[in-house]
């Protein structure tokens, strides 16, 4: 018997949201375990929040209060070195990501294999060791660090005003917002046909339900930042 076709998982994300953290090393850690296809697909999360309508939860005082004590506990339960920097609210709002999002845009349509290292030192960066993710040197060290040569990280950082980044970007985007995002992370199970869309890092149970997988747990075995 043949094996069974892979089913395709799409993670449509943003490096300013700590969940996604969790839910980007979770599903990295399954492309061994589970029958599955992952394609990393970064968006811009600012727009997914315009085009849907919503709101940070942190703006949200009850909310805020919570997010402040879940993500320590998400942190340690995937293994996650998550720490919260000085001032969260600079680095998700004053600050934000797009020009990371275009950066690690770049790095995904010139060396996808590069994606998911570039991807993770972003959260290392602003979300670990709080360091800034904006300036053109900060996207330099993300991309020397996750394993990418000089000459590859120039070219990277020259495309990031180019027609082709933004517009890979806001294609990711609005294909989100197709599916119904409303935030990140957003994951899209393509099964029988049909897009299944998942949303957050805690339904990890119902995904592999949807793929027909075993959830495991989070595999802390696996993970490639410890803390």
């Known amino acids: 018997m043949g094996s069974r076709a892979k089913k395709t998982v799409e993670l449509f994300y943003d490096v300013v949201s700590p969940y996604t953290w ?16 992952l394609k990393l697909k970064p968006f811009f999360l600012g727009g997914v929040m315009k085009g849907s309508d919503n709101k940070p939860p942190a703006t949200v005082p009850n909310k805020a209060r ?10 340690q339960y995937f293994q996650v070195p998550l720490n919260l920097p000085k001032n969260p609210a600079e680095v998700m709002f004053i600050k934000g990501t797009l020009t990371a999002q275009r950066f690690l845009t770049a790095v995904d349509i010139m060396n996808q294999e590069k994606t998911e290292s570039v991807s993770r030192e972003f959260w290392m960066r602003a979300w ?10 900060s996207l330099r060290q993300v991309g020397l660090k996750a394993g990418m040569n000089e000459a590859e990280v120039q070219k990277c950082l020259q495309k990031i005003t180019d027609p082709e980044v933004k517009d890979r970007l806001k294609k990711y985007t609005d294909e989100a917002l197709r599916h119904g995002a409303f935030g990140s992370p957003t994951i899209i199970a393509h099964v029988n046909n049909q897009p299944e869309m998942v949303f957050g890092s ?5 995904l592999a339900t949807l793929l027909g997988e075993k959830w495991e747990g989070p595999l802390t075995e696996l993970s490639k930042c410890k803390l």
């Open 66 to 75: 919570y997010l402040d004590k879940d993500v320590k506990r998400c942190a």
């Open 202 to 206: 805690d339904r990890f149970p119902i």
């Open 128 to 137: 670990n060791r709080d360091e800034d993710i904006t300036e053109m040197e």
């Open 22 to 37: 969790f839910a980007f090393e979770v599903l990295t850690r399954y492309k061994t375990k589970w029958n599955m296809d």
